[in-house]
């Protein structure tokens, strides 16, 4: 990956949505050239995919939690069942395994403080293994995801 591949990225992960001649006329590019590098970054997953970033509020999803969860069972086939059920759940938006304590990482987001008390005493509570979960709500996001940092 060179100068100009990094530069692409950049680019795109500002704006996923420039047409092709001004990303490659923002690149130093001519169209045709800067296509093909787009296209080779696709296919090798360097890009893998473009979505819109969406508020939160106007889709129903306006409160979100940080919820930590300690394993009591983390034999295989425990973990492997509790991973299976969070990648099911529309409500965890994300979700990391993580070394140490905790053990697991997820985002939430629900309609409202009511919906997420009832998704984590019916829903979360209850999964395999689970010993303990603590949920931290965020007063404000102070550096929302701007994408990673592209050397270039």
Same mark, same amino acid.
Request: aromatic share 6%; glycine share 8%; charged share 30%.
């Given at each position: 990956?060179? #100068?100009?591949?990094?530069?692409? %990225?950049?680019?795109?992960? #500002?704006?996923?949505?420039?047409?092709?001649?001004?990303?490659?006329?923002?690149?130093?590019? +001519?169209?045709? /050239?800067?296509?093909?590098?787009?296209?080779?970054?696709?296919? +090798?997953?360097?890009? #893998?995919?473009?979505?819109?970033? %969406?508020?939160?509020?106007?889709? $129903?999803? $306006?409160? &979100?939690?940080?919820?930590?969860?300690? @394993?009591?069972?983390?034999?295989?086939? +425990?973990?492997? &069942?509790?991973?299976?059920?969070?990648?099911? @759940?529309? &409500?965890?938006? &994300?979700?990391?395994?993580?070394? $140490?304590? /905790?053990?697991?990482?997820?985002?939430?987001?629900?309609?409202?403080?009511?919906?997420?008390? #009832?998704?984590?005493?019916?829903?979360?509570?209850?999964?395999?293994?689970?010993?303990?979960? +603590?949920?931290?709500?965020?007063?404000?996001?102070?550096?929302?995801?701007?994408?990673?940092?592209?050397?270039?």
């Amino acid at each position: 990956m060179d #100068r100009i591949d990094r530069r692409i %990225l950049q680019e795109l992960q #500002r704006d996923g949505r420039l047409s092709n001649t001004e990303l490659a006329d923002r690149v130093g590019l +001519t169209p045709s /050239p800067c296509l093909r590098r787009v296209r080779h970054l696709e296919e +090798t997953g360097v890009i #893998r995919g473009y979505r819109a970033l %969406l508020d939160g509020a106007a889709v $129903g999803r $306006g409160f &979100e939690a940080f919820v930590t969860v300690v @394993m009591r069972y983390e034999d295989h086939d +425990t973990v492997a &069942e509790f991973e299976r059920q969070v990648a099911g @759940m529309p &409500e965890v938006v &994300e979700a990391h395994r993580l070394f $140490g304590d /905790p053990d697991f990482l997820l985002r939430v987001a629900v309609a409202d403080l009511a919906a997420y008390e #009832r998704f984590y005493s019916e829903t979360l509570s209850g999964l395999p293994g689970v010993a303990q979960v +603590t949920s931290h709500v965020a007063m404000k996001a102070v550096k929302p995801d701007t994408g990673l940092p592209v050397v270039p």
